[in-house]
């Protein structure tokens, strides 16, 4: 077997020593830096420092070790170029045939401190520079920036004697996704704007779905950005591989759910809630918002913001439901929810913060917007009561409640809620008037469902996500039944739509903060 090189010099040390002993077994011998070469000689392994190969110590606290001609030619060198043979040969410069690098962890260490002196010392500049040399010159070295591919590289070497030129290109371009997602996170943090004059999305493969929106379409799950709880981190127990649209619906309806404290459940369907509810337990929270619309709930996506205990667990497997994400499940809920094998579950640990900052994306034909997420909250005390009629603490409590729900459902939107539940959601409607009408149908459809005798709109509140630009929508809320109106205000019509709400002598309070979910 012919001798090749491999240079090893990795910050995240998972896999490394079964990773090097394959390539031992393969033909390789081994150079390698500072503590990657400390641990493969404590596991018995022969090593070479690149020092010896260069003639040069490592110097400046490692901050220049692998610069140098002997390494980068042995990099770049195309095997099959004479003169690249004789430069080598010239200069005595030893091909390596694989590099194994990753890189500081400069976004995790940004995770734990905003010390300048510190994370300055985590960009690394040899470890890019390597792994940029080695991805350009795919044709004739591997290069491998993530350890999850080291058992991929050690198969096809056991099985063809080498790595096949598709995979070579693959790490290779998967190396610079990984370099230009590094370099965008040092840019982000030294510009100090996450809406600097030139913006990257980074992100790493998690999984290969099925299709996307519908069967013609491709689609793919990415992990990238800043660190949020959520879909891309959650670990799934049970249940079958889930689709584009389960993966959208259930960040839709985990996002919503962190909105709260009390014990509550939020049920979505195609992104938009059909129920949510507050209650003193997670199994009453569930019985209130199924009740809200038990119609539409019929395989929804169902969000708790706590772990779900086996009374909650037996209750939400009483209908079809697709995809439980949540905290955590304790071990007997886990049990009740594994009698459903084709529910997904999936828990994150803890619930995202609400108010927590971060970047939404949205492509657009020839590039893609960029935005803050809406993490605006508002409390009782930013409340503006313009009516003359003035709102109890039920209604306030009420008020609030609908407002953090309204800010989830897709514009325009219109939510009534009682007692910590909605009664009744109007969505993604063209004019603000018809959200009104469908969220006040869908409670007199509810109430017939159920056999009530009046549905529960009467003596609701109501919340609206942007202000009334004419009277109408507000008189559709009245004719519902509501107490008091929640909406942001800023209309030039709005002396008219108070003056409505005196007329029927219900409350409004205006937030000075709109909702827009398009």
Known sequence: MPSRRALLSVSDKTGLVDFTKGLVANGFTILSTGGTARSLREAGLEVTDVSEVTGFPEIMDGRVKTLHPKIHGGLLARRDDDDHLAAMDAQQIGGIDLLAVNLYPFEAQREQTDDFATLVEYIDIGGPAMLRAAAKNHDFVTVVCDPSDY????????????????????????????TSAYDQAIADWMAGDSFGEA???PGRRLQELRYGENPHQRAALYAGGPARIGVATAKQIQG??????????????????AEFTDPTIAIIKHANPCGVASADSLAAAWERALAADPVSAFGGIVAANMTIDAATARAITSIFTEVVIAPDADHEARAILAEKPNLRLLVTGAMPDPAAAAVKIKSV?????????DNGAISADDLTIVTSATPDAGQIDDMLFAWRVCKH????????????????VGAGQMSRVDSARIAAQKARDTAAYHGWDAPRTIGSVAASDAFFPFADGLAALIEAGVTAVIQPGGSKADDKVIAAANAAGIVMAMTDMRHFNH
């Open 199 to 201: 913006m990257t999305v």
């Open 151 to 178: 058992d991929t590289v050690l198969a096809e070497l056991s099985d063809d004697g080498d790595v096949g030129i598709e995979t070579r290109r693959r790490l290779a371009g998967k190396t610079f996704a990984r």
């Open 409 to 424: 459902v897709k514009s325009n939107a219109i939510v009534f809620a009682a007692d910590r539940c909605t009664v009744g």
């Open 365 to 373: 034909a020839g590039g893609f917007l960029a935005q803050s997420r």
């Open 240 to 257: 079958k591989p889930l689709s584009y649209n389960n993966l959208n619906d259930t960040d839709a309806a985990f996002e919503l759910a």
